[in-house]
């Protein structure tokens, strides 16, 4: 009696067979289909604004974004002008240095949608605002809207480098 049955044998030969077949497709697919987001983690200073929400003119506006795939988190920092940098990333203080407004959002086909609602030192009320835009070489580009005060405007934020090491040229290897 043999072990080595021919029936076995061929079983086994499809269904390992077919199993790498479905490796390769699914791989093939996966490389020309699967890609993942452009990374755009970073802090971006506002240089041009264009018909911003009353209470945001004159103001020196940053968002810096943390990405986690297509899934995005961060914050609009709202400082007057004049107001140091160390001291505007700081929380709304008694004496109306700056604040921040914690943002969320997606980004998708080179589209960035972040929305965030909180207290501006200028307005009367509470903001609820989205931000629109595209990363073009390094920059975002598009439109913040206040949906409370139903108004728009367009912006151009540039790029900031960090001021900080990386974490990997801090820790001794």
């Known amino acids: 009696m043999s072990h080595f049955n021919v029936k076995t044998l061929s079983f086994y030969g499809v269904a390992i067979g077919s199993v790498l077949l479905l490796f390769k497709v699914v791989s093939a697919y996966g490389e020309t289909k ?75 086909n080179n589209q960035i949608i972040m929305s965030g609602k909180g207290n501006v030192a200028n307005c009367d009320s509470q903001v609820q605002l989205t931000v629109q835009g595209q990363h073009k070489n390094g920059n975002l580009v598009g439109q913040i809207n206040d949906n409370v005060a139903k108004t728009k405007g367009a912006f151009v934020a540039k790029f900031q480098k960090s001021k900080l090491p990386s974490a990997e040229s801090t820790e001794g290897h």
């Not at 004159?58 to 990405?67: C, P, T």
């Not at 899934?71 to 109306?96: C, H, I, T, W």
Request: with cysteine.
């Open 34 to 108: 699967l890609k993942a987001p452009q990374n755009i983690d970073g802090s971006y200073q506002f240089v041009q604004t264009e018909n911003l929400p009353d209470c945001l003119q004159g103001q020196q506006l940053k968002l810096n974004v943390e990405q986690s795939g297509v899934y995005l988190f961060g914050n609009l920092e709202v400082a007057s002008p004049g107001v140091d940098d160390d001291r505007a990333v700081q929380p709304k203080s008694s004496q109306g240095k700056g604040v921040e407004i914690p943002f969320n959002g997606s980004f998708e």
